[in-house]
């Protein structure tokens, strides 16, 4: 070899770095010089965050190492392909970095195969549709107002128009519980391809095993959209549908399981290719190199035992809320929670539409969503109730003893919406009560 290349080679090699470490903010600093209005609005997102409770139960507040990885030059980055099979140069750490995302997804999940690349949620499951459906192909999924998701075949989706969603329901005044006789039927009268279970607001568990007597019956695949619930699955604090015998399970990162936007699709070893080819080069170019190195950060922390602790505490945390609710005159669909999250019909608790609930509680920096409750008469943006949850809550440190202060402000704010002084006083109680309890990231 010459000289001058040896040399080179040697300047170069990764234990004698070349590049200066850069000061952890001076990145944000130049952007505070070069674009303050940018820089403005991240502040304030940052305050507001820090300022009140976030309940959105799909929420969360990711750590610092994620957002380190989120935020580096990974970013600058092409990898189309799969470590090892990649169309461009220079993967030796993008390689390095998918395959610890890869075999750190396997080893909490207990999957055969994980595909890490999706972009979020809804090309997850589009990727899935796509992998394993013909146009006009049959998905038995669950009524969006009772739970299901958007991409779960709502009309208004690309994928409610290319494939044939049959929605099932839930019993909400027997615990929202699901009549798998009722779903059997259906099953052997619309001979599905796909049984899909998994939620957006369903406050309880499934049971995976009737989901795979139904599929089984018909001879079709197995999928648990599991997003909001993954990391209390990967904590081991609720059911995994892997375990029984599920065929395909997807998750978004960045809800319970406090990654970065991003998500995971776990199958059995015989799917690996139909669902890696779904997702690249059928769905997607680059992957996001920077969101795939913080969900590795995010599958590691996962591994540790006080992830499961926090898990525990998520849970203990929604059935302390829930309850504390419920005796201030909250009426909970389904009747309470097994999972971190819970709807209350506004109209029946309160007299009041989700959208008023939503913007009273904004009021005194207690952040939840509207939501359409299960066969809902008003419509998406004036539905019924509201959801709530617990995550990003107990990720600030909160326990039981605090969730009952919330309840407590949410239902005297609720119910007093027209007195504005006492919401004033709510809010200066709200705001300085979250003071004591650090944002990871910010404090
Ligand atoms: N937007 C997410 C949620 O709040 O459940 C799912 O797409």
Not at 195 to 212: A, H, I, M, N
Request: some cysteine; aromatic content about 6%.
């Amino acid at each position: 070899m010459p000289e001058k290349k040896q040399k080179q080679s040697s300047e170069h090699s990764s234990s004698q770095p070349f590049i200066r470490e850069i000061p952890e903010n001076a990145n944000r600093e130049r952007l505070l010089q070069n674009d303050p209005d940018v820089f403005a609005a991240i502040r304030g997102e940052e305050e507001r965050e820090r300022r009140g409770i976030e309940l959105i139960p799909s929420e969360n507040y990711t750590y610092p190492e994620v957002l380190a990885a989120n935020g580096s030059i990974l970013t600058n980055k092409y990898a189309e392909g799969y470590p090892g099979r990649r169309y461009y140069g220079g993967q030796e750490f993008t390689d390095r970095i998918e395959r610890l995302a890869i075999e750190r997804a396997q080893k909490v999940f207990g999957a055969e195969h994980a595909n890490v690349q999706a972009l979020s949620g809804s090309p997850m499951n589009q990727a899935v549709y796509l992998a394993f459906l013909k146009p006009g192909d049959t998905v038995l999924g669950m009524d969006l107002s009772h739970g299901g998701h958007l991409t779960h075949g709502a009309p208004v989706s690309h994928m409610g128009k290319l494939f044939t969603f049959v929605r099932y329901k839930t019993d909400p005044e027997n615990a929202g519980k699901i009549d798998f006789d009722a779903l059997m039927k259906t099953a052997l009268e619309t001979k599905p391809k796909i049984v899909l279970c998994g939620y957006t607001s369903y406050p309880r568990d499934y049971d995976y095993e009737d989901f795979k007597k139904v599929a089984d019956a018909v001879g079709a695949i197995t999928m648990a959209d599991i997003s909001h619930i993954g990391g209390l699955v990967a904590a081991g604090v609720m059911s995994n549908p892997l375990a029984s015998g599920f065929d395909i399970v997807t998750t978004t990162t960045h809800k319970s399981l406090r990654g970065p936007r991003g998500s995971l699709i776990l199958c059995k070893a015989k799917y690996a290719d139909v669902i890696d080819k779904s997702v690249f080069p059928g769905l997607q170019g680059g992957p996001h190199m920077q969101t795939i190195a913080a969900i590795a950060v995010a599958l590691g922390k996962a591994l540790a035992p006080e992830f499961k602790q926090y898990a525990e505490q998520v849970l203990k945390n929604a059935r302390a809320l829930a309850a504390r609710l419920a005796e201030n005159g909250a009426t909970l669909i389904t009747g309470g929670t097994d999972n971190h999250m819970m709807v209350i019909d506004t109209v029946k608790s309160f007299g009041i539409d989700g959208k008023q609930a939503e913007i009273i509680l904004d009021s005194v920096s207690i952040t939840t969503n509207k939501q359409i409750i299960p066969d809902d008469p008003n419509p998406p943006l004036r539905p019924s109730g509201i959801r709530l949850g617990t995550p990003a809550a107990t990720t600030r440190g909160m326990k039981e003893e605090e969730m009952i202060r919330i309840g407590d402000w949410m239902t005297a704010a609720l119910k007093h919406f027209r007195d504005d002084r006492l919401l004033g006083g709510i809010r200066r109680d709200v705001e300085a009560f979250c003071r004591r309890y650090p944002v990871p990231g910010l404090d």
